[in-house]
């Protein structure tokens, strides 16, 4: 039987346990906040727990998504491969095309914030004295990961784990005690009310908001490595979701209603609040984590000496994933033919993707000069002044990891109603709730409700990005354009379909992802599904 | 371990209806306390599913 012969390819070991799943979702998402949070108290001001509130309601959506679709597909190629499977190959691309987007920003903008994390503790990098050599460090961060990828070392799950659960237990402490001790609910609606922003910068804000829940491949990809992944991912799922929603929540209501341990005054020396300390100060936005922390009574002046390391490190983490991932994903494109063959060559020596490492490194680089060259250079702000509305290094890098992860996200909720209509037949041990029973080309089927709230959150996500990012909105598409050209002239080359799909026998690689994945119970029940919807259509002759 | 995460769980509960007091202390405000609201059940929900699993892990 072709079913039970063993693959010729070597294949991951499953070894990640439930904890080791939850961490490395964790390590990967968890480090967001330590991003988002500035970004978007320096835009949406008094409404920036209402941001993320929307943003928050959105990603659970996603993050439920994902949850169905890793448990029934554990394969690690991701969103790119729901989408393919339930769209087909050109969507797949540019699902895959938009992660790769945000895995190269996720590599400078967390290499970046990792630095503005120890400038706290070291103030000759902060990136407005020092800009070169902050460009340096951050330079040599991403350039150093990716020849530790190049060369296979990985930091291991043991490490990520209690990386994880220290932050976990940090994060816990800041905000349990600053919630006991330092929020004040009428400073909390008195700045709702008075520092109400305009719907312009709430847009803005909201979509900054999302790039505090990105990183929901590493669900899937910990799928691949998990053992039992239908019956571990939905348990730990749930659990990173809300533990991720309650930390995004959680820190931008006790910014806006904390009283601050040390008295704060603005430039003017007045006295502001805590927030007040973000609109037009990058340094700021970029270790708003480490800023609040220090304002926790007490507890604080311990946490202003731990969390800007913890959260460097932790930042240091979710940069190197996104070297990792973007070589995986590119790997995992390039076997189902949505990208060349040559990303798909391993280093003789090391066992390694080299050229997707070294081509996503570089492009990580690229988008680095970039988004540094006006703090280096006088010469390049006048430009970025006069077409981006002088935005900042920072923000370049935030406006395309909003509209990478929108875009992706909109395509991965279009593929679970796809793939929910047009695969009925593969168990699922999770559902996302609220469905709509229904008959689709024979086939009894669940219309997901949730996937269709989640579609228009996410796309109207899409549509503030373009809206209110300059950047965004001109290097978001042309990266998409660039790869959608590249993209038709390959398949145009290996003479395959330009806009249709390869023929591929879903009905095996379904049995063989769930045989390799151990679920030998949800493979004996997807054949027996086959097996009586065969019958069924032969008995009605269709 | 499991007494640990059990604590953990509990003072997530007692952390969540801390803050649900608080900001249904303040309704009279209308909109401004639905985040905080949402935080309130969402660490509630979070100690409860974990409290579940642990349960869970107890009779296995």
Request: with cysteine; proline share 5%; glycine share 8%.
């Amino acid at each position: 039987m072709a079913l039970e012969k063993k693959s010729a390819n070597p294949e991951l070991r499953r070894t990640v346990t439930p904890w080791g799943s939850f961490s490395w979702g964790y390590s990967d998402v968890g480090a967001d906040i330590f991003v988002g949070l500035g970004l978007v108290l320096a835009v949406a001001a008094g409404a920036s727990n209402v941001a993320f509130l929307f943003a928050g309601v959105v990603y659970v959506c996603i993050g439920l998504a994902y949850t169905e679709l890793a448990a029934t597909y554990p394969v690690a190629g991701g969103g790119q491969y729901f989408v393919m499977r339930g769209l087909g190959d050109i969507f797949g691309f540019i699902a895959g095309w938009a992660v790769l987007l945000d895995f190269t920003i996720d590599v400078t903008l967390f290499a970046w914030t990792s630095v503005d994390y120890s400038s706290q503790l070291l103030p000759v990098l902060v990136n407005s004295v020092h800009p070169w050599l902050h460009f340096i460090v951050v330079l040599a961060l991403v350039a150093g990961l990716c020849f530790l990828n190049v060369i296979g070392v990985r930091e291991s799950t043991a490490f990520n784990g209690v990386v994880s659960a220290l932050d976990v237990l940090s994060e816990s402490a800041i905000l349990c005690l600053g919630f006991l001790f330092a929020f004040r609910p009428h400073l909390l609606i008195h700045n709702m009310q008075m520092h109400w922003p305009t719907p312009y910068q709430l847009m803005l804000g909201t979509s900054l908001a999302i790039i505090s829940f990105v990183g929901l491949e590493s669900i899937s990809q910990a799928a691949q490595e998990t053992q039992r992944p239908a019956s571990i991912i939905p348990r730990t799922s749930v659990a990173l979701i809300l533990t991720i929603l309650i930390f995004a929540l959680a820190y931008s209501n006790l910014a806006l209603g904390l009283q601050p341990w040390h008295p704060i005054v603005d430039a003017a020396g007045h006295p502001a609040q805590f927030w007040q300390i973000f609109p037009n100060n990058p340094d700021n936005q970029g270790k708003a984590v480490a800023l609040l922390a220090a304002q926790v009574p007490y507890y604080g002046a311990f946490a202003a000496l731990y969390v800007p390391i913890l959260g460097a490190i932790l930042l240091l983490i979710s940069s190197n994933s996104g070297v990792f991932g973007s070589s995986r994903i590119a790997y995992a494109m390039s076997s189902t033919n949505l990208l060349p063959s040559i990303f798909q060559r391993v280093n003789a020596k090391y066992r390694t993707p080299v050229v997707s490492i070294v081509f996503f490194g570089s492009i990580a680089l690229l988008e680095l000069v970039f988004a540094a060259a006006p703090a280096l250079m006088p010469i390049f702000a006048r430009p970025y002044a006069h077409f981006f509305h002088g935005e900042s290094g920072l923000d370049f890098l935030a406006d395309l990891y909003a509209f990478g992860a929108a875009t992706s996200y909109s395509f991965v909720f279009l593929g679970l109603i796809g793939l929910r209509l047009y695969d009925p037949l593969s168990p699922r041990k999770f559902k996302i709730p609220l469905n709509i029973p229904m008959r689709f080309r024979g086939e009894r089927v669940e219309f997901p409700v949730i996937a269709v709230i989640g579609f228009i959150g996410i796309f109207s996500i899409l549509l503030f990005t373009l809206r209110t990012h300059p950047l965004g909105r001109i290097f978001g598409p042309s990266w998409l354009l660039v790869g959608l050209v590249l993209y038709l002239f390959y398949r145009r080359h290996r003479k395959l379909p330009l806009l249709g799909s390869e023929k591929r026998n879903w009905r095996k690689a379904q049995a063989d992802i769930l045989r390799t994945a151990g679920e030998l119970e949800l493979m004996d029940e997807y054949l027996a599904n086959v097996k009586a919807s065969d019958e069924r259509r032969a008995k009605l002759g269709t | 371990m499991l007494i640990f995460r059990a604590v953990l769980s509990v003072l997530t509960i007692v952390v969540g209806a801390f803050i649900l007091v608080q900001m249904l202390a303040n309704a009279r405000s209308g909109f401004a306390i639905v985040p905080g609201v949402v935080l309130g059940a969402a660490m509630i929900a979070l100690g409860a599913h974990r409290i579940s699993l642990i349960l869970r892990a107890r009779r296995t």
